[in-house]
């Protein structure tokens, strides 16, 4: 198991609301990041939250918004669906600044 | 902006031959380059990696070629097996930036008993 527990592993939503996924990471592990993967492409990466602040952030819009907690969980929302929202998302996460990320196995959400 | 390109988009290996994933960077920026493995509803997970400093790393029947020059880099997986059929994404990232990760396009691999 990767310690990266990801809820719900999926979920239907109606374009135009608002939906929030959850992570729980491992302890210790203070950075978290977030990535879009649309079907049969790479991640896209939303954006990264350390010690919870962000500080990082990919080309998405204001309406993708997160937060992370001292207990090592995280959430992310999404306002105003749109159907190319759909897609898979994964939460990653680390100890401090190194790249070895580990990953959840995601939720895959479903814009109708 | 897609700033990792990866190659070929799908590949089908005999049991036994050696598979290999081909993809190529523009940022010069980056310093480090993994690896990942991705089976259907799993998450991806780091099979390895390589910095620039070196041209080859090997762990078991994986192999990272690295050539700085020609920013380029490829996996390299001998032996394959059918278990090692799943989804293979290359990824950069430039530490000093907070560890991002640029993803390519993923390369689907399967191996034939």
């Known amino acids: 198991e990767t310690g990266v527990t990801q809820s719900p592993t999926h979920l239907i939503k109606t374009r135009g609301q608002q939906v929030t996924l959850r992570c729980s990471s491992q302890s210790g592990h203070n950075t978290v990041s977030w990535y879009q993967q649309a079907l049969g492409q790479g991640p896209q990466f939303i954006f990264q939250?350390?010690?919870?602040?962000?500080?990082g952030r990919g080309n998405f819009p204001p309406r993708f918004s997160g937060l992370q907690f001292p207990n090592y969980s995280s959430e992310l929302n999404v306002n105003a669906l749109e159907l190319d929202d759909s897609a898979l998302y994964l939460c990653a996460s680390r100890v401090g600044a190194g790249p070895g990320y580990t990953f959840g196995s995601g939720t895959r959400l479903t814009v109708v | 902006q897609q700033q990792v390109k990866q190659s070929p988009q799908s590949l089908i290996v005999q049991k036994g031959g050696i598979s290999i994933i081909n993809c190529a960077y523009e940022?010069?920026?980056?310093?480090?380059f993994p690896w990942y493995q991705q089976f259907p509803g799993k998450g991806p997970a780091l099979l390895i990696a390589i910095r620039p400093d070196v041209s080859e790393k090997k762990e078991g029947r994986f192999t990272i070629s690295f050539n700085k020059s020609a920013k380029q880099f490829s996996l390299h997986i001998m032996d394959s097996q059918p278990g090692d059929s799943a989804t293979y994404f290359c990824a950069a990232t430039q530490e000093t930036s907070g560890s991002r990760l640029t993803f390519g396009e993923g390369t689907q691999l399967t191996v034939n008993p």
């Open positions: 940022n010069t920026a980056f310093d480090y």
């Open positions: 939250y350390y010690r919870e602040e962000e500080n």
